[in-house]
């Protein structure tokens, strides 16, 4: 099957921005508003596309990854550690640092699942493809679980419709792989390949998400490309971007049917950002598929 192709000219531009790097973009459905973050830029951002406001949330440190609370605001990761925002009294609270033995390494990307438990990987910031990372496990009580060491760039996490597949993405491993997931104890089995991204090519598999049929929508980082896999590991469509770095995906909208591009300018010589002008925006389009409403972290 021929993959369903959405050239740039499908893209709307939903916010110009200074992504750098924009990432890790959560839809709130109470809210009706897009959550993202500047890593570099230390803060937080805050999208209403029926406005097209854009608040923003400055922090003291790096942020990398949001997931929703439920008692209200945001469980997110710092640079190393845990931590809690209230945008309404821009109150940060942080939490547990799981790797102090590794202070190369810092948190990258971060969901919450159904069951309403945080996970978070880990990289080395120092040398990208270096697998020092790992994958955790932030459980409402406080307790944290390391589940897989050896990472090669923790990026793009996700699970099945049924809850019963977990996906997450190893940049410089250039692959997406799947496990089984037991949604009652958060255990993990049976790591596989899911998807695999030719490191010939240039790009590295960035963040993830998972639409309502089961496909799984992964951004190509360095080539500016999207591509929705279906549960299979085949390529139903295809999305390019007028710029090289996007990052991550999110359904939002209120009908959870337009996919939000997060992008990044990090890194970018002056001629790129030229050539490139509107990278670190967020972009938007309407693939013809809906997501669902991310869950909440109930600690």
Not at 107 to 132: C, E, I, L, S
Not at 192 to 213: E, K, M, N
Request: net charge negative; with cysteine; charged share 20%.
């Amino acid at each position: 099957m021929t993959p369903h192709a959405f050239s740039s000219r499908d893209l709307d531009c939903a916010l110009r921005a200074d992504g750098n790097p924009g990432e890790s973009p959560l839809w709130s459905v109470h809210e009706q508003a897009l959550y993202w973050v500047d890593i570099l830029g230390q803060a937080i951002h805050r999208f209403h596309p029926a406005t097209g406001s854009d608040e923003t949330f400055p922090l003291p440190d790096e942020v990398t990854a949001l997931g929703l609370r439920q008692q209200g605001g945001l469980v997110l990761t710092l640079r190393h550690q845990f931590a809690f925002y209230d945008p309404a009294r821009r109150e940060l609270t942080r939490g547990a640092a799981p790797e102090p033995g590794e202070p190369q390494n810092r948190f990258n990307d971060g969901k919450v699942d159904r069951q309403g438990r945080f996970w978070a990987g880990t990289m080395n910031d120092q040398q990208w493809a270096a697998p020092t990372g790992a994958l955790y496990r932030l459980d409402p009580d406080g307790r944290i679980t390391r589940l897989q060491g050896d990472v090669a760039c923790a990026n793009g996490l996700g699970w099945s419709p049924d809850n019963h597949t977990f996906y997450f993405g190893e940049s410089f491993r250039y692959a997406i792989f799947a496990y089984d997931f037991d949604p009652d104890t958060g255990h993990l089995a049976n790591r596989r390949l899911f998807a695999a991204i030719d490191r010939a090519g240039g790009a590295f598999p960035d963040g993830l998400t998972v639409d309502a049929d089961g496909g799984v929508w992964s951004v190509h980082n360095a080539v500016g490309r999207v591509v929705r896999y279906d549960p299979r590991g085949q390529i139903t469509h295809t999305v390019a971007l007028p710029v090289p770095q996007p990052t991550s995906v999110m359904f939002g909208g209120a009908h959870l049917d337009t996919l939000y591009i997060t992008t990044s300018r990090q890194n970018m010589s002056p001629d790129q950002r030229a050539r490139y002008p509107l990278s670190g925006s967020l972009f938007a389009l309407r693939p013809g598929l809906r997501g669902l409403p991310e869950p909440a972290f109930t600690g």
